[in-house]
């Protein structure tokens, strides 16, 4: 990475990517202090504790949903993808920021990426692991799920390589599998730094043993700096793929509202646009518990709001040509998918939508709002909501009402449905609460790479 | 080095009077083709004129994309890409051609009133495929680029001559980000309108996406050209160095990859749909010689230029970074051939014929524009430095610049 690059930004120097006055020891101490830390603060404990309890209305509904079927849910028929597929794809898009941050940002030597791309990351994979849970389950039969996996068998039986839903068990498993690589392999130095400043034996011994062994030699670093970047090369395609396949599950069919050549790039952006809010919704309070403002500064804030605007944009655009062309293809089904999402029972999601997802990121365009953590608090929040919706709107109220009015039907969630999706965000929150506690949150020694200490030899 | 006045190397003089010529000539001829063949001729200006105004607009996003964005590579090639954008009252002056098209009921199957008579659905879409509405909607789309382009340019030069460059720079920077909203929204309408409505039938809602893509694609390749040239001779040959090359390739590289994955897109949802308002459309681009320039889409707008760009050093080696882009130049020609060529050969009537035709004015067309366009490109690139001298990250952005790589 260079430094004194005047390729950089006039406007982002002025505020550093982190705060002035530290030394290589000061920012070690600061961060390992949160994981290796004897007393728990209370604030983690009751925060723990209320994301584990409603993690356990997940683990209840699915012992539910074994023993009694999928028929808990309010899936019917026309409406056969409801909330499984909502939150599979709203949980998948929410790690698409995670995979940006480290891998995108890693290659165009962006540096502010340094702070928040292990917490990101760590993002990323609890998202992918809620998300798994979704289809996994829609199954019926998840102990048969690895049916989903071409191999020879001696039933003969094959899965259809020309349904996007193969393509998506190859491109999720593709994800999660690069995600967690990336993201341990990054970890493996501060690992290290963990393992030899703790106290405790048993922190001591755990911490070895997944430091693998790391001494910090230069080959050490050398091997380090070649695994990751490969890494970072496998990663940035996923960005793009593993949400264009997810569009496709949609796009390859004929119904009107998923048959859309955009879904593609737009599903892209506004996994990217959900992953930004999550970032934001979970670092504004990080930072400002474990004061960690000098690490994640307003910069950091500021540039994941301007990427949360530009993508919100390219939003707003396919709403935009879906409604446009919608009525522009003279298409009698087509023109009526637009006119029943805008006008139809489930009229209040759609323009629920257009609220959260196209109004509220206006707001970003003022300079004033970007510098305001409250005011991106809540846009972040009100973004994650309004993503929620989009799917709504794609999946359930183009299912229920499509070609045959005969066939029409009206869809309710269940408590079942409920339970699962509050139980995944619940889920989520416990792993990011563990995580917080046990790992670094922040990258030790690529934060120390920021000082200028660091630099004296590069520029000799 | 900021006293120096960078001004153009007198072999820019050269290139102008030849483009001029060649343009002269070649328009020329294709307008003699007018009264041989009206049909041929409205359908090879077209293409010419979507091709080099594709340029202009590229440039146009590519301009605001560097001022956001705030990059050496942007630095170096901002007059360039100025001058481009300096080109659109030329680019309304050739826009006329297609305006006299409507009247005729050429070109456009929707402003021929026998066939629409007959079709239910372009009937109902009259609302919004009329002459009147068509003319207005290109006015507000040339007026949009033309208020944006104007104070893009007067803030620019403003800054050459300005005590506080900051300002200017603060300014610009504000204007690019909400322009570039309403250059998408405008630049869609505008494919929508000029191409797309070529078939009235068809619709696809990445079209614009991709178009824009391309016409992005189209830009960068004509500036790397540009650049390669210029830094043949002083002044710019002490100020382009390989990282620029380098960040240009790459943005290139991102635009080739950009436009495959839109174009993949939009081919692979139509094609496992197979609907019958949509496939036609393909089926037309993949039938008899259709189908060999399909095929050279994939492989030289594509793969070569992917597989060629890719390794790191390619991008800092001049010469084969402007083959690249010339080929790029070539291709983006093939490809909007391939996409305005098959629908447009209707008869009255309303029977679709699109058996391969290759005229000789589908060349002489696109290269007399192509002429004038680069001759009045030129004229707008001499009246200014070559580069934005009083920039406050000029230095920075000077030949290898400090500490990088």
Same mark, same amino acid.
């Given at each position: 990475?260079?430094?004194?690059?005047?390729?950089?930004?006039?406007?982002?120097?002025?505020?550093?990517?982190?705060?002035?006055?530290?030394?290589?020891?000061?920012?070690?101490?600061?961060?390992?202090?949160?994981?290796?830390?004897?007393?728990?603060?209370?604030?983690?404990?009751?925060?723990?504790?209320?994301?584990?309890?409603? &993690?356990?209305?997940?683990?209840?509904?699915?012992?539910?949903?074994?023993?009694?079927?999928?028929?808990?849910? +309010?899936?019917?028929?026309?409406?056969?993808?409801?909330?499984?597929?909502?939150?599979?794809?709203?949980?998948?898009?929410?790690?698409?920021?995670?995979?940006?941050?480290?891998?995108?940002?890693?290659?165009?030597?962006?540096?502010?990426?340094?702070?928040?791309?292990?917490?990101?990351?760590?993002?990323?994979?609890?998202?992918?692991?809620?998300?798994?849970?979704?289809?996994?389950?829609?199954?019926?039969?998840?102990?048969?799920?690895?049916?989903?996996?071409?191999?020879?068998?001696?039933?003969?039986?094959?899965?259809?390589?020309?349904?996007?839903?193969?393509?998506?068990?190859?491109?999720?498993?593709?994800?999660?599998?690069?995600?967690?690589?990336?993201?341990?392999?990054?970890?493996?130095?501060?690992?290290?730094?963990?393992?030899?400043?703790?106290?405790?034996?048993?922190?001591?011994?755990?911490?070895?043993?997944?430091?693998?062994?790391?001494?910090?030699?230069?080959?050490?670093?050398?091997?380090?700096?070649?695994?990751?970047?490969?890494?970072?090369?496998?990663?940035?395609?996923?960005?793009?793929?593993?949400?264009?396949? !997810?569009?496709?599950?949609?796009?390859?069919?004929?119904?009107?509202?998923?048959?859309?050549?955009?879904?593609?790039?737009?599903?892209?952006?506004?996994?990217?646009?959900?992953?930004?809010?999550?970032?934001?919704?979970?670092?504004?309070?990080?930072?400002?518990?474990?004061?960690?403002?000098?690490?994640?500064?307003?910069?950091?804030?500021?540039?994941?709001?301007?990427?949360?605007?530009?993508?919100?944009?390219?939003?707003?655009?396919?709403? %935009?040509?879906?409604?446009?062309?919608?009525?522009?293809?003279?298409?009698?089904?087509?023109?009526?998918?637009?006119?029943?999402?805008?006008?139809?029972?489930?009229?209040?999601?759609?323009?629920?939508?257009?609220?959260?997802?196209?109004?509220?990121?206006?707001?970003?365009?003022?300079?004033?709002?970007?510098?305001?953590?409250?005011?991106?608090?809540?846009?972040?929040?009100?973004?994650?909501?309004?993503?929620?919706?989009?799917?709504?709107?794609?999946?359930?109220?183009?299912?229920?009402?499509?070609?045959?009015?005969?066939?029409?039907?009206?869809?309710?969630?269940?408590?079942?449905?409920?339970?699962?999706?509050?139980?995944?965000?619940?889920?989520?929150?416990?792993?990011?609460?563990?995580?917080?506690?046990?790992?670094?949150?922040?990258?030790?020694?690529?934060?120390?790479?920021?000082?200028?200490?660091?630099?004296?030899?590069?520029?000799? | 080095?900021?006293?120096?006045?960078?001004?153009?190397?007198?072999?820019?003089?050269? /290139?102008?009077?030849?483009? /001029?010529?060649?343009?002269?000539?070649?328009?020329?001829?294709?307008?003699?083709?007018?009264?041989?063949?009206?049909?041929?001729?409205?359908?090879?200006?077209?293409?010419?004129?979507?091709?080099?105004?594709?340029?202009?607009?590229?440039?146009?996003?590519?301009?605001?994309?560097?001022?956001?964005?705030? +990059?050496?590579?942007?630095?170096?090639?901002?007059?360039?890409?100025?001058?481009?954008?300096?080109?659109?009252?030329?680019?309304?002056?050739?826009? !006329?051609?297609?305006?006299?098209?409507?009247?005729?009921?050429?070109?456009?199957?929707?402003?021929?009133?026998?066939?629409?008579?007959?079709?239910?659905?372009?009937?109902?879409?009259?609302?919004?495929?009329?002459?009147?509405?068509?003319?207005?909607?290109?006015?507000?789309?040339?007026?949009?680029?033309?208020?944006?382009?104007?104070?893009?340019?007067?803030?620019?030069?403003?800054?050459?001559?300005?005590? #506080?460059? @900051?300002?200017?720079?603060?300014?610009?920077?504000?204007?690019? +980000?909400?322009?570039?909203?309403?250059?998408?929204?405008?630049?869609?309408?505008?494919?929508?309108?000029?191409?797309?409505?070529?078939?009235?039938?068809?619709?696809?809602?990445?079209?614009?996406?991709?178009?824009?893509?391309?016409? &992005?694609?189209?830009?960068?390749?004509?500036?790397?050209?540009?650049?390669?040239?210029?830094?043949?001779?002083?002044?710019?040959?002490?100020?382009?160095?390989?990282?620029?090359?380098? #960040?240009?390739? @790459?943005?290139?590289?991102?635009?080739?990859?950009?436009?495959?994955?839109?174009?993949?897109?939009?081919?692979?949802?139509?094609?496992?749909?197979?609907?019958?308002?949509?496939?036609?459309?393909?089926?037309?681009?993949?039938?008899?010689?259709?189908?060999?320039?399909?095929?050279?889409?994939?492989?030289?707008?594509?793969?070569?230029?992917?597989?060629?760009?890719?390794?790191?050093?390619?991008?800092?080696?001049?010469?084969?970074?402007?083959?690249?882009?010339?080929?790029?130049?070539?291709?983006?020609?093939?490809?909007?051939?391939?996409?305005?060529?098959?629908?447009?050969?209707?008869?009255?009537?309303?029977?679709?014929?699109? &058996?391969?035709?290759?005229?000789? %004015?589908?060349?002489?067309?696109?290269?007399?524009?192509?002429?004038?366009?680069?001759?009045?490109?030129?004229?707008?690139?001499?009246?200014?430095?070559?580069?934005?001298?009083?920039?406050?990250?000029?230095?920075?952005?000077? +030949?290898?610049?400090?500490?990088?790589?």
């Amino acid at each position: 990475m260079s430094t004194n690059n005047p390729d950089k930004p006039e406007e982002t120097t002025r505020v550093p990517v982190l705060r002035p006055g530290y030394t290589f020891g000061s920012i070690t101490d600061k961060i390992a202090a949160i994981a290796l830390g004897r007393k728990t603060p209370i604030g983690w404990l009751i925060g723990f504790s209320l994301s584990f309890g409603v &993690a356990m209305m997940l683990f209840y509904s699915i012992g539910v949903l074994l023993l009694k079927g999928i028929g808990i849910w +309010g899936n019917n028929n026309p409406v056969g993808w409801a909330f499984d597929i909502i939150n599979f794809v709203w949980w998948i898009g929410i790690g698409h920021a995670g995979t940006l941050i480290s891998a995108i940002l890693l290659l165009f030597r962006q540096q502010w990426r340094t702070s928040i791309n292990r917490f990101a990351e760590a993002m990323t994979l609890f998202a992918v692991a809620c998300a798994g849970v979704y289809p996994a389950l829609h199954t019926g039969r998840p102990w048969l799920d690895y049916w989903l996996f071409p191999y020879p068998n001696t039933m003969g039986i094959w899965p259809n390589f020309r349904s996007p839903l193969i393509w998506d068990v190859f491109a999720v498993s593709t994800y999660a599998t690069v995600s967690a690589l990336f993201w341990f392999v990054g970890l493996v130095p501060d690992l290290a730094t963990l393992r030899d400043r703790a106290k405790n034996r048993t922190a001591k011994i755990i911490y070895g043993m997944l430091a693998l062994g790391w001494r910090g030699s230069a080959r050490h670093w050398h091997r380090y700096e070649t695994a990751y970047l490969l890494l970072a090369g496998l990663s940035t395609p996923l960005v793009l793929s593993v949400h264009t396949v !997810v569009s496709f599950d949609f796009a390859v069919g004929i119904v009107p509202g998923w048959h859309a050549t955009i879904f593609p790039p737009y599903f892209v952006a506004g996994a990217i646009y959900a992953g930004f809010a999550m970032v934001l919704t979970i670092s504004i309070p990080l930072r400002k518990f474990y004061n960690l403002q000098d690490f994640i500064t307003m910069r950091h804030i500021r540039n994941m709001a301007k990427i949360m605007l530009a993508t919100g944009l390219i939003v707003a655009y396919g709403y %935009m040509m879906e409604a446009f062309m919608a009525w522009y293809s003279g298409n009698e089904y087509e023109r009526f998918m637009i006119y029943n999402r805008m006008t139809g029972p489930y009229w209040w999601s759609y323009w629920s939508l257009i609220l959260c997802n196209v109004i509220t990121p206006q707001f970003l365009w003022a300079r004033k709002v970007r510098h305001s953590t409250t005011a991106l608090f809540l846009i972040s929040l009100v973004v994650g909501v309004g993503m929620w919706l989009e799917r709504f709107v794609i999946i359930v109220v183009s299912l229920h009402r499509d070609f045959l009015p005969s066939s029409w039907a009206m869809y309710a969630p269940t408590r079942y449905d409920w339970m699962m999706f509050i139980g995944t965000l619940g889920l989520f929150s416990a792993l990011m609460f563990l995580f917080i506690r046990f790992l670094p949150v922040i990258s030790i020694f690529e934060m120390r790479t920021l000082l200028p200490e660091s630099k004296v030899k590069e520029e000799a | 080095m900021m006293d120096a006045a960078y001004t153009a190397p007198p072999e820019l003089d050269r /290139l102008q009077q030849r483009a /001029l010529l060649v343009g002269v000539v070649a328009l020329g001829l294709t307008v003699a083709g007018a009264f041989l063949n009206r049909e041929q001729f409205f359908r090879s200006y077209l293409l010419a004129y979507v091709y080099w105004i594709g340029i202009s607009l590229g440039c146009f996003a590519i301009l605001m994309i560097q001022h956001l964005a705030t +990059g050496a590579w942007g630095i170096v090639i901002r007059r360039l890409l100025e001058s481009a954008t300096r080109t659109f009252p030329l680019g309304l002056v050739l826009f !006329v051609p297609i305006a006299l098209a409507l009247f005729g009921g050429h070109l456009y199957i929707w402003t021929d009133a026998n066939f629409v008579a007959h079709d239910a659905i372009l009937q109902d879409k009259a609302k919004y495929l009329n002459v009147p509405f068509f003319l207005g909607r290109t006015a507000l789309y040339f007026f949009i680029w033309f208020v944006i382009a104007y104070f893009l340019n007067k803030w620019s030069r403003q800054q050459d001559e300005a005590s #506080d460059p @900051k300002e200017m720079k603060r300014k610009m920077q504000d204007l690019s +980000g909400p322009s570039l909203v309403l250059l998408g929204g405008t630049m869609t309408f505008a494919s929508i309108d000029w191409v797309m409505s070529l078939d009235p039938h068809w619709t696809s809602t990445i079209f614009g996406i991709l178009f824009m893509g391309g016409q &992005a694609l189209s830009a960068m390749a004509f500036i790397i050209t540009m650049i390669v040239f210029l830094a043949n001779f002083k002044p710019m040959k002490e100020v382009i160095a390989g990282r620029h090359l380098n #960040d240009l390739g @790459k943005l290139m590289l991102a635009f080739v990859m950009l436009w495959a994955y839109f174009a993949f897109s939009q081919f692979l949802i139509i094609w496992s749909g197979n609907l019958p308002e949509e496939i036609p459309w393909y089926l037309n681009r993949l039938s008899g010689a259709w189908k060999l320039l399909a095929g050279a889409i994939i492989l030289f707008h594509f793969i070569l230029p992917f597989f060629l760009l890719l390794p790191r050093k390619a991008n800092r080696n001049p010469r084969l970074l402007v083959t690249v882009a010339l080929l790029i130049i070539v291709m983006r020609y093939v490809d909007l051939y391939w996409l305005v060529g098959p629908q447009v050969s209707h008869e009255v009537g309303g029977k679709m014929n699109a &058996a391969f035709h290759f005229s000789w %004015m589908d060349i002489a067309a696109p290269v007399g524009v192509g002429g004038i366009w680069l001759w009045y490109f030129l004229t707008q690139l001499k009246k200014l430095p070559l580069l934005p001298i009083n920039e406050p990250q000029l230095e920075g952005a000077l +030949g290898e610049g400090a500490g990088h790589h």
